[in-house]
């Protein structure tokens, strides 16, 4: 899997979680997920086990302290899927 | 920790605490009953000269027992303390089969469908006296301990 791809499907997740105030054309790697896309804690917490299922990884509470943005859980994707 | 312990650790107060006993609690669910008494406030207006218990706070109910006293019990297993307990319920997707009427006892149970994060999703079952099942569904908590911060 490409990183292209990678990130094509964290999208296809984030997207099911975004407000309705929130356009999927607004998520970009840079893109806070609290701040900027307006993800609360709890649907966050579901991006994240949707992303386990995804990418068949686990993430330890340290891995969900650090993804403040979408790059932030590629790069935890990434590191996961080298392990 | 034992269950009236439990109990004691709810952020709920008159009126507004929906648990009289929690049974039983486990990793897996919790079991508790609650009696909903004539007397209670909100019957006075819902409805007008018909008193039926609000959805809402069969919801509640269910969410007093099922979430919020499993997720006190799971975090008390993982080392955490209790002093300073936030929680929030964060969805609900409820289904009303009968009618709660003043003076009835019920009787919730929840099965937990994960714990991650702090987040506990469960999914809960409110049955009457007469063993019928009255409301059931899925919930959603988000659970913080502010001696963290």
């Known amino acids: 899997m490409t990183e292209t791809d990678r990130y094509a499907k964290l999208k296809e997740i984030i997207r099911i979680y975004l407000p309705e105030d929130v356009a999927v054309t607004e998520i970009s790697a840079s893109s806070h997920f609290i701040n900027e896309l307006n993800i609360n804690s709890a649907n966050l917490v579901d991006i994240v086990l949707d992303v386990e299922d995804a990418f068949d990884i686990t993430l330890e509470n340290e891995d969900m302290d650090q993804m403040q943005t979408v790059q932030d859980a590629l790069d935890i994707i990434d590191g996961k899927l080298k392990e | ?149």
């Open chain 2, 1 to 149: 920790m034992n269950h009236q312990h439990i109990v004691s650790h709810l952020p709920y107060e008159k009126p507004f605490l929906f648990v009289d006993e929690l049974t039983h609690v486990d990793t897996k669910g919790a079991t508790g009953s609650f009696t909903f008494h004539r007397e209670m406030y909100f019957y006075q207006g819902h409805f007008k000269d018909h008193p039926v218990t609000p959805g809402v706070l069969l919801t509640e109910c269910c969410a007093q027992i099922g979430l919020v006293c499993l997720g006190i019990y799971l975090l008390q297993g993982e080392g955490v303390p209790m002093s300073n307990l936030q929680v929030g319920l964060s969805s609900s997707e409820m289904e009303f089969l009968l009618p709660v009427y003043p003076g009835e006892k019920v009787t919730v149970h929840s099965e937990k469908v994960y714990f991650r994060f702090n987040k506990l999703k469960c999914s809960v079952k409110m049955h009457n006296e007469e063993g019928q099942l009255v409301c059931k569904g899925i919930l959603s908590g988000m659970f913080k301990n502010t001696a963290d911060e």
